[in-house]
């Protein structure tokens, strides 16, 4: 049997992570922590654990904070590159503007993933299908039960993709349940056929054009966990998921289940934590806590009694003693006074100072 070669990819970590805001003013969204560590960690083990040797980061929106993380990814068993984009590309683009540091010949593999997708691919899989369909691009594909948010991927019998169409809403041009599910194999060869220099997208702009030049673009359907990282509610359901081990991982600091406490992280012996939470390290958790399905990140400071759920609290950001905070954000270094209750998708900007029972959804009696 013919042995693998190693095979390399690109990761698009770009973005400015503008949904997720505040989490993202002072962290790039690859880099926020999910289950302890930064996402991009839980991306770079998988691709590590499917056979991936040379990862390239196409960066941009403070771009400065990857390399003195990962540095040459040696400790990840990876060598890692980095290459900043000075102005925006698009996804196209930012492929495109790496190009120079991969080594694959023109008709070899290179995968390439968005960076805040939180899935269970095989990404072996992906790469032997694209090998044995002979396709010049290979999508993975995943259903999902309302697609009017994304774009749909229409694909024949043999999985061959027959159209690109993108965020439907009339009934009838919902004509599949299958969505771009951001993660692709590219022959190298059509990465180095993308316009240089110049903003580009793959999905409105790449794809469609290899489809109607008559390229073999290929759909591999996949049914394992996804989720799209985009807003802090989605975000911190992936990092539960994570930790609860409903989404797979090899970069979890610790064993899955009903919170993870990394080490220097203070918590009341009576404090409750449940659903998933994550606790960063130096985080004070106080008397009577109960902390369900949410994010602390490092130096963030519950106060007694606090009750939070689904929510993520910022660095070093402090929640007063009674507060309930559920489906919230709270940024870095914000204060949120005691006796306040904090609901429905709020976010607290980044060093904001709420004062005690100030803020309520509900009487005070």
Known sequence: MQERAPAEA?????????RLRPVTVNTPKPMVPAAGVPFLTHQLARLRAAGVEHVVMATSYLAEVFEPHFGDGAALGLHLEYVTETEPLGTGGAIRNVASRLSSGPDEPVLVFNGDILTGLDVRALLDGHTGSGAD??????????????????????????AFLEK?????????????????VFRRSVIDAIPDGRP???ERETFPELLAAGAHLHGMVDSTYWLDLGTPQAFVRGSADLVLGRAPSPAVPGRRGECLILDGAEVARDAKLTGGTAVGTGVVIGPGARIEGSTLLNGSVV?????????????????????????AVVGDSAVIGA?????????VWCGARIGDGSLRFSSDQ
Do not use: C, F, W
């Open 10 to 18: 690109v990761l698009l970590v770009g973005g400015k992570g503008t």
């Open 137 to 162: 691009v290979s999508l993975h594909l995943t259903r999902v039960t309302d697609p009017r948010a994304y774009g749909l991927v229409p694909t024949d019998d043999t999985g061959r993709v027959t």
């Open 168 to 184: 439907p809403q009339a009934p009838e041009e919902i004509v599949t349940d299958q969505i771009n599910a951001g993660a692709y």
């Open 200 to 202: 580009v997208s793959v």
């Open 303 to 327: 106060g007694p009694g606090a009750r939070i759920r689904g929510s993520m609290v910022g660095a070093a950001a402090r929640v007063g003693a009674n507060s309930v905070l559920d489906s």
């Open 339 to 347: 006796d306040n209750e904090l609901r429905g998708g709020i976010r």
